[in-house]
């Protein structure tokens, strides 16, 4: 414990106790006083400097040795490591097949029927299984459409591409090419690809194309009966009536297919409008 020091004559410290309370500790307080009149102001000072420093010293003297130690720092652990983006996982071919369109006999004959009543030209072709999942069951090698235009080259399809390739044409190109060009007629009309068995785009993985089920047809171009051409290119831009006529046509495509893929959409179409029946939850439809 410790004690304050004596003083020099006449002058001394004066100590009270002031005890404990409670938990907390009430430290000894110590008064200097100058008994001798006159005493030096100075000397006074330093008394009371050396007391605050015996005082520091005493409550340093409770004090442990040794302070707590600062928690260790956790080690670095590497980071995990981040995951590869997620392209989905390739479909094999069974899966893929899963996805061909099942045919119902009624449907079907149904689907000849209106075909047949709308005037496009047709036969039955036989039934195609190309590998694990490409294929149709009861496909139709479309010749002609409504009107007697040819299909050029003949396009092997599922019925339901047929007939609603024939009421686009009659409901929509037809009329718009009246309004853009009056007078013309078309007479032919140029596809690009019909059934093949392919991913989408042609890529070596990924998931499948509707072309591997006859659902979908490429259309390139339109002859007309004065040998104009008109072909599918970029003609967002346009404003020619050329350009306003392929506008056209491309938005009420989704009037009566399922997808719609134009030159603007991504560039494995800018020659050419991909048109398809993909069958979709709640009817949804992709036009773009």
């Known amino acids: 414990m410790c004690r304050p ?14 005890g404990v309370r409670g938990n907390q500790i009430r430290f000894r307080a110590f ?16 008394h009371l400097t050396l007391v605050a420093a015996l005082l520091a010293l005493c409550g340093a003297a409770d004090l442990p040795k040794e302070g707590p130690l600062p928690e260790r720092r956790p080690e670095d652990k590497p980071a995990a ?25 009624r449907a079907t004959a149904a689907c000849r029927t209106a075909l047949q009543d709308i005037g496009a030209i047709f036969t039955d072709a036989p039934t195609v299984n190309d590998g694990k999942a490409c294929g149709m069951e009861k496909p139709v090698l479309l ?9 050029e080259p ?4 599922r019925c339901e ?10 409901g929509s190109v037809k009329p718009s090419l009246a309004a853009a060009f009056p007078g013309e007629a078309i007479t032919g009309i140029s596809q690009a690809s019909a059934y093949v068995c392919r991913n989408r785009n042609g890529a070596a993985e990924g998931k499948i194309s509707e072309h591997a089920f006859g659902n979908a047809i490429d259309i390139a171009g339109f002859t007309l009966k004065s040998g104009k051409t008109l072909t599918i ?7 020619s009536l050329e350009g306003a ?35 979709r939850r709640g009817g949804y439809r992709y036009c773009w």
């Open 81 to 105: 490591e981040a995951p590869a983006e997620e392209t989905g996982p390739v479909k094999d071919d069974e899966e893929k097949a899963r996805e061909r369109p099942k045919e119902d006999e």
């Open 5 to 18: 020091p004596r003083t020099g004559a006449g002058n001394h410290l004066r100590r009270r106790h002031l």
């Open 233 to 239: 290119r970029p003609a967002d831009k346009d404003s």
């Open 143 to 151: 010749k002609g459409l409504p009107g007697g235009v040819k299909v």
């Open 245 to 279: 006529f392929q506008r056209a046509i491309t938005e009420a495509g989704c009037l009566y297919f399922t997808t719609v893929l134009d030159p603007g959409s991504d560039a494995a179409h800018q020659n050419h409008l991909h048109l398809d029946v993909k069958a």
């Open 161 to 170: 591409t047929a007939l609603q390739l024939s009421r686009w044409l009659e």
């Open 31 to 46: 008064s200097f006083r100058l008994s001798q009149p006159g005493g030096s102001p100075i000397l006074a000072l330093r």
């Open 154 to 157: 003949e396009a092997t399809v």
